[in-house]
């Protein structure tokens, strides 16, 4: 069960590059890495999903190095509709399942 | 197409009383989850089921019964509340292609209890 560390939050400023890094040591060769963002009131939302090198599409990036034991999103020039919780999430259904998002990075964005 | 739907959208229960909280979905999806959030914190898994007729338990179960009779639909009981269970509830739903896996998440249900 690959645990993950990622920091409490972050600031930016509407404009920049935000880049959140997920760490996850002890990742098991089969896990994906899965991005989730939180909106208040609201309930998670799918970002990006990879398993290694780097994924793209039209809201995030996800860069995975080749030892897999960390994960970084870029959400590229970021806007205050970006203000959100952001949960990395490492392991496979259904066993990974006993697993639950941790307590994510809250970014802020502002103006 | 609704996605995950949750009834209802906010409770208030007494200490000791029972309810059950709905989730459905109308994607097909074969498995489903029930979580808690509780302030500033993450989503802990309670209860989870990966069919029709079989579920499973998460991080926090205790407290807590669910069923799964139909596909589309995943009950979440609680049988004598406690003000520890005073907390944000979301649903969620998936269909695992291979080893890859995307929930798709309900509005939420907030239970107040006191």
């Known amino acids: 069960l690959a645990k993950t560390t990622q920091p409490i939050s972050m600031d930016s400023y509407e404009g920049q590059e935000v880049n959140i890094t997920c760490s996850h040591n002890n990742i098991a060769t089969n896990d994906y890495i899965t991005w989730y963002q939180q909106f208040p009131s609201q309930g998670p939302r799918f970002i990006i999903q990879g398993y290694k090198t780097k994924v793209t599409n039209e809201v995030a990036s996800l860069f995975i190095p080749a030892d897999r034991k960390s994960s970084t999103l870029s959400l590229p020039r970021v806007s205050l509709s970006d203000t959100a919780v952001y949960y990395c999430l490492v392991g496979v259904p259904p066993n990974d399942y006993k697993l639950s998002f941790g307590a994510g990075t809250t970014v802020t964005v502002r103006a | 197409n609704a996605g995950v739907t949750q009834t209802p959208k906010f409770r208030v229960l007494k200490t000791g009383q029972s309810m059950t909280l709905l989730c459905a979905q109308d994607?097909?999806?074969?498995?489903m989850y029930w979580y808690r959030q509780d302030p500033g914190m993450g989503l802990r898994l309670i209860h989870y089921?990966?069919?029709?007729?079989?579920?499973a338990k998460g991080e926090v179960p205790d407290g807590y019964n669910v069923s799964r009779l139909k596909k589309q639909n995943f009950l979440l009981g609680l049988e004598s509340a406690a003000p520890s269970q005073t907390s944000v509830y979301f649903c969620?739903?998936?269909?695992?292609?291979?080893?890859?896996?995307?929930?798709?998440f309900g509005p939420g249900t907030r239970l107040l209890v006191l």
């Open positions: 089921s990966v069919g029709e007729g079989t579920t």
């Open positions: 994607m097909n999806h074969e498995y």
């Open positions: 969620a739903s998936s269909y695992p292609q291979g080893l890859q896996e995307t929930q798709y």
